[in-house]
């Protein structure tokens, strides 16, 4: 808690672009939470080098990732919006946490198995251990929640596991934090291959809709969007492309999927395409103004990211001190 409040934590990697899965799955869901909340929401960019990186893109999509955050709607003055490198409690507590976790759990992860198949010239420890890292970010807030995607579920519940045991062995340390799903919208399909996620490192660009795509792109890839011969508008998982282009076009509206059914009964995949692709520009453009407008006020995201860093800085320090001491490291001589 913090001045009466429960605490959130979450955090994305600056790899990539974002795509309309990241904002529907993750951020939409961060600006409706921020005003219940003390919040933190991190650019995890020490999470991202776990895959290699150049390092001035790096820097670069970093910046950008936390200037989104700001244009989706987070006021930095109500959230803590700050940089995972720019707090070095996170390393300090992943450490700590990485000889409380056993190999055992971490050869269970599922994102690590497809990252390293992936990635197979570089399967580093970092990594291995990314899914500790996460945890450090989480428990170091004492997060009471946490909203992810599906895709992460196995990490949070990784997390809890690590803070339980933690705390079986020296009282209570840690929040034990919640997962937030999101209702719809919690796993965006490729919109080419849509038994798989829509991700940011998809190599056909045709099945991601990236957030700073313009109007013309948008259009063109929900027209190409696969669907299926079937000819029902019905929302059901054996018409997964169909079920997918639903599920965008109702959170984009903010309308139910049976909402939409009922509109589009009757009517052609074609018609319904074209709306898909409308709902979706109207909820980018707005977005890109504010990016655009934010890339020139270097001054007031300086600042953000100065007062903020600190802010964390301050919470993570009051954990991690409690944690090392807990663990027997010496105190600090004032
Ligand atoms: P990558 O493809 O590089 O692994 P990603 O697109 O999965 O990246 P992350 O940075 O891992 O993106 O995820 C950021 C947040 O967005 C997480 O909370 C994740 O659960 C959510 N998210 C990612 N993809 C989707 C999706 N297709 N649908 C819903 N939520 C998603
Ligand atoms: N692993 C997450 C990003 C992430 C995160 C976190 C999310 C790193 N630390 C803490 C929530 C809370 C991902 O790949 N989406």
């Not at 890292?133 to 690590?162: F, K, S, W």
């Not at 919690?186 to 940011?200: E, F, G, V, Y």
Request: net charge positive; glycine share 6%; hydrophobic share 35%.
């Amino acid at each position: 808690m913090i001045d009466g409040k429960k605490v959130l934590f979450s955090g994305m990697q600056a790899t990539g672009s974002l795509t309309l899965g990241n904002y529907l799955g993750a951020l939409k869901n961060w600006v409706t939470l921020s005003g219940e909340y003390e919040c933190f929401y991190c650019v995890v960019d020490m999470h991202s080098i776990t895959i290699r990186q150049d390092p001035a893109t790096l820097r670069k999509r970093a910046r950008a990732l936390l200037a989104l955050y700001i244009a989706a709607g987070l006021d930095p003055k109500k959230n803590c919006i700050y940089y995972q490198s720019h707090v070095s409690g996170h390393a300090e507590l992943a450490w700590i946490l990485n000889c409380y976790t056993y190999m055992g759990e971490l050869n269970r992860m599922t994102q690590f198995k497809d990252k390293s198949a992936k990635h197979a010239d570089n399967i580093n420890a970092g990594l291995y251990t990314y899914p500790v890292l996460m945890a450090a970010d989480i428990l170091l807030y004492q997060a009471d929640v946490v909203p992810v995607g599906v895709d992460q579920m196995q990490h949070l519940e990784l997390t809890r596991n690590i803070a339980e045991r933690f705390n079986k062995l020296y009282g209570d340390v840690f929040t034990i934090p919640e997962v937030y799903l999101g209702k719809v919208g919690a796993k965006i399909m490729s919109l080419q291959d849509p038994t798989r996620k829509m991700s940011k490192s998809d190599e056909n660009p045709n099945g991601s809709i990236y957030l700073m795509d313009d109007p013309d792109t948008v259009m063109r890839k929900c027209k190409k969007a696969v669907t299926d011969s079937e000819g029902c508008f019905c929302y059901r998982p054996e018409q997964p492309g169909l079920k997918n282009l639903i599920d965008i076009y109702s959170v984009c509206t903010g309308q139910t999927p049976a909402d939409t059914v009922a509109e589009f009964e009757g009517k052609g995949y074609g018609e319904f395409k074209v709306a898909v692709g409308e709902a979706v520009i109207s909820v980018l453009k707005p977005l890109q103004a504010e990016v655009a407008k934010l890339e020139k006020d270097k001054a007031y995201l300086d600042a953000a990211i100065k007062e903020n860093a600190e802010k964390a800085q301050y919470y993570a320090t009051k954990t991690l001190r409690k944690v090392q001491r807990k663990v027997g490291f010496p105190d600090r001589i004032r």
